[in-house]
């Protein structure tokens, strides 16, 4: 069965700095991937999409790379904000464009 | 509409109690997920529609679940006979039938279990 995987800890970084936050996905190996934000009290919001073909995607200070050889997924925020921090949700998509999501893992930027 | 919009945005029953929660998707999106989220964990997938179809129930955690679908729009899930356990955020997502554009979810339902 599908599985996707993120780290449940908390990454805190210091404003100004890159976050990077990992997804790692076994078995099936999904035609693409999603990346969502999800603040305390609401559903979560797309980012970003990527697709197996293309190893990097990218929007505005958003980074997303795509290495289906390490079956692993990371996003990157770049110059971070006290404003970016949320939990940010990894997706993959199964039958019917259904998504499987990870866990999350929470950012907290420091001002 | 412009968004996804779901009511009750709260809502506490009972123990055996029946509820049901609505979800408005966007207009023209011809796919509808349903998910759950208990306190501090990830989404759990419910089930989706295709139009008014449903190919995958397989997500419904008893059959004390029910979903519907009508018109190809608005979508009710019910929890009959709820239970402790059926606490959480249910969660509505709509999409273009690719899904290329991501979803789109509403606030959710939080439902509270007493």
């Known amino acids: 069965s599908q599985k996707i995987e993120q780290n449940s800890e908390a990454l805190n970084i210091q404003e100004g700095k890159t976050a990077t936050l990992t997804c790692n996905y076994t078995?099936?190996?999904?035609?693409?991937l999603q990346w969502y934000r999800q603040d305390p009290g609401r559903g979560p919001v797309f980012l970003l999409l990527?697709?197996?073909?293309?190893k990097e995607k990218r929007k505005e200070r958003l980074k997303v790379t795509f290495d289906t050889t390490l079956k692993q997924s990371l996003f990157h925020i770049t110059a971070s904000q006290p404003a970016d921090s949320a939990t940010y949700l990894c997706?993959?998509?199964?039958?019917?464009?259904?998504?499987?999501f990870g866990g999350g893992t929470r950012l907290m930027v420091k001002p | 509409g412009a968004g996804v919009s779901q009511s009750p945005s709260n809502k506490v029953t009972e123990k055996g109690k029946d509820v049901e929660l609505r979800c408005d998707p966007i207009s023209g999106h011809t796919a509808l997920y349903w998910y759950r989220q208990s306190l501090g964990q990830g989404l759990e997938f419910l089930i989706y529609?295709?139009?008014?179809?449903?190919?995958?129930k397989s997500g419904l955690p008893s059959d004390r679940f029910s979903a519907e679908r009508t018109g190809g729009s608005v979508s009710t899930l019910t929890i009959q006979r709820t239970q402790q356990e059926d606490s959480a955020v249910y969660l509505c997502?709509?999409?273009?039938?690719?899904?290329?554009?991501?979803?789109?979810f509403g606030s959710g339902t939080r439902l509270t279990v007493v």
């Open positions: 997502a709509s999409s273009t039938q690719t899904a290329n554009y991501g979803y789109t």
């Open positions: 529609f295709q139009g008014n179809s449903a190919p995958d």
């Open positions: 990527i697709r197996e073909n293309e």
């Open positions: 078995n099936y190996s999904p035609a693409y």
């Open positions: 997706a993959q998509e199964g039958a019917g464009n259904m998504l499987t």
